[in-house]
């Protein structure tokens, strides 16, 4: 139980263009999901935590309209990075919290790379 | 501000000896508390976690945690190592439903 997934698992793009992750809780609903971030060699930065049917909430310093989150159903938060630059490159991993609203369990994470 | 500290950035151990992975917090109330391990390119796996009760929980792996309120600790422990087990490994706090701070994670290097 408790399995989250990720799509892809690693995406190419150019830069300028944009890039959607899916984030999606395969066997369980979770009204809230989270989106880090993670450089080579380094811990999770939470970017924004998502709430299903409503805004996300962003943290400090992370752009809102460069990080666009959705959250349209209980097992689906989407996180698009618009207009990508190089510096975007990174590893981005989404977590979902369990119905119980106190364990996260994370996804596989995407390996995004803008040339 | 919360404060989660892994003083280990890098351990390394002999394949069957034990481990002992640290992690300190900085907060005023009792945390949830959690271990998690990342394979090289992979997600977060999570080992185990302490909301309240016995203090010593036991997790997957074979690895079990200690959590000490005295010393606002909460280490990671397996009496005998296995090549697999080698990782990063994340301490993380949360408080409630509330978001998650990390420690700066341990890489775990096993010797043959």
């Known amino acids: 139980g408790a399995v989250v997934s990720q799509h892809p698992s690693w995406v190419i793009c150019k830069s300028g263009t944009s890039v959607k992750i899916e984030c999606r809780s395969l066997?369980?609903?979770?009204?809230?999901m989270f989106w880090y971030r993670q450089f080579p060699k380094q811990s999770l930065m939470l970017m924004a935590t998502s709430n299903e049917g409503s805004k996300a909430t962003y943290e400090q310093g992370v752009e809102k309209d460069k990080f666009l989150i959705n959250h349209a159903s209980l097992t689906l938060s989407t996180l698009t990075v618009t207009s990508a630059h190089p510096e975007d490159s990174s590893f981005y991993i989404c977590?979902?919290?369990?119905?119980?609203?106190?364990?996260?369990?994370f996804g596989p994470g995407t390996r995004l790379t803008v040339l | 501000a919360q404060s989660v500290t892994q003083p280990d950035i890098h351990i390394t151990v002999s394949e069957g000896a034990s481990l002992e992975l640290r992690c300190n917090y900085s907060?005023?109330?009792?945390?949830?508390l959690f271990w998690y391990v990342q394979s090289p390119g992979q997600g977060l796996q999570l080992l185990l976690k302490?909301?309240?009760?016995?203090?010593l929980v036991q997790g997957i792996k074979g690895f079990e945690a200690e959590f000490k309120r005295s010393q606002s600790s909460f280490n990671l422990r397996k009496p005998s190592v296995h090549w697999s087990d080698a990782a990063e490994y994340f301490c993380a706090v949360g408080w409630g439903a509330q978001k998650l701070v990390f420690g700066q994670g341990t890489r775990l290097t096993i010797n043959p």
């Open positions: 907060y005023g109330a009792t945390p949830y």
């Open positions: 977590s979902a919290r369990d119905p119980n609203g106190d364990t996260q369990y």
């Open positions: 066997d369980f609903q979770a009204t809230t």
């Open positions: 302490y909301f309240s009760g016995d203090t």
